[in-house]
């Protein structure tokens, strides 16, 4: 749509519903900084329906539902609205009731899940009318997110390498080992990402930089073919040691982990612990560990690689 045009009424049918879940997604995965994500299987989910232009109105229960807006500024109306605008269309009024199972400020994708939710919500709520294709999914949400690593995850699922190409945001999906068993180890306290962003130094020595791409290709080999090599295969000089004055409890127990074996990782950016185990059984020694060597009472969840990504459908409607 040109820049000066403006936005038309499209098809969008006020009292239209769809129903959106996306996953939680852990990115960096230890050397793959901004580049790698991995989706796991735990959800939010939102229901949204068209109203007449000018209404709103946000349910929203579960993680950080206390401190999300339910006005304009919320992180899903403003993405909806972004989108229809991309498309020249006038944007409905909205109701959206959600569900917020991805534990919020903790690393684990939180407003990437947002930012996905809200260009999948309103692929459904322009079906019939504009046709919004992956490449489109992956540029939008990058477009408000900043970066794809979360995005693209969170929009494909599996493990996603995601870049920036001369054609703008790219990803691309791989399947993971049936081995390869995640666990998260969830603090009670949150880390903003900006603040861990400024704790990185501008330069890296050439050692450091060739260490991680070594790992890096090394990880896609292990999550992919060889778990057995995810310990050596996620250690990282780019970004966690940088960051761990920030968070010591989260730094302590992933130097715990990986002492004991465990190929265990900062999620994102902290302060939840990833713990990228080879099968599920060590999992259960990972949490015993963790309940041992710090203070903080780390909630485990013990989740599975989310294949499919985000889903979108019409309430009575199969998903999408």
């Known amino acids: 749509m040109p820049a000066s045009a403006a936005p038309v009424e499209g098809r969008t049918v006020a009292g239209r519903t769809v129903e959106v879940r996306v996953p939680a997604t852990s990115a960096n995965l230890g050397p793959g900084f901004d580049t790698l994500g991995l989706a796991l299987s735990v959800y939010d989910t939102l229901e949204v329906t068209a109203l007449p232009a000018g209404r709103l109105e946000i349910e929203v229960s579960g993680s950080g539902a206390d401190e999300i807006p339910r006005d304009a500024s919320n992180l899903v109306v403003r993405t909806i609205a972004y989108v229809f605008a991309d498309a020249g269309r006038t944007p409905p009024g909205l109701r959206i009731v959600a569900e917020n199972g991805v534990p919020h400020g903790r690393g684990l994708g939180s407003s990437g899940a947002a930012v996905a939710a809200g260009v999948l919500a309103a692929k459904g709520l322009l079906a019939g009318d504009v046709d919004i294709d992956d490449a489109d999914l992956l540029r939008l949400a990058t477009e408000l997110e900043g970066h794809p690593d979360n995005v693209a995850p969170a929009l494909f699922g599996g493990l996603t390498i995601a870049w920036m190409g001369e054609r703008g945001p790219q990803h691309k999906k791989l399947l993971v080992h049936r081995g390869v068993s995640p666990l998260v ?136």
């Open 185 to 320: 180890l969830v603090p009670p306290y949150t880390m903003s990402t900006s603040q861990a962003r400024s704790l990185q130094p501008p330069q890296v020595s050439t050692a450091d930089a060739v260490f991680n791409v070594s790992r890096s290709a090394l990880l896609i080999a292990a999550l992919m073919q060889s778990p057995e090599l995810l310990l050596d295969a996620t250690a990282d000089r780019l970004h966690q040691d940088y960051r761990a004055e920030a968070m010591p409890e989260t730094q302590r127990l992933v130097q715990a982990l990986r002492a004991a074996g465990f190929a265990a990782v900062v999620s994102g950016a902290g302060p939840s612990v990833l713990v990228l185990a080879d099968g599920p059984g060590g999992r259960l020694d990972a949490v015993e560990l963790a309940a041992q060597v710090t203070d903080t009472p780390w909630e485990a969840l013990l989740l599975a690689v989310d294949v499919r990504g985000g889903t979108v459908g019409n309430r009575a409607e199969g998903s999408t």
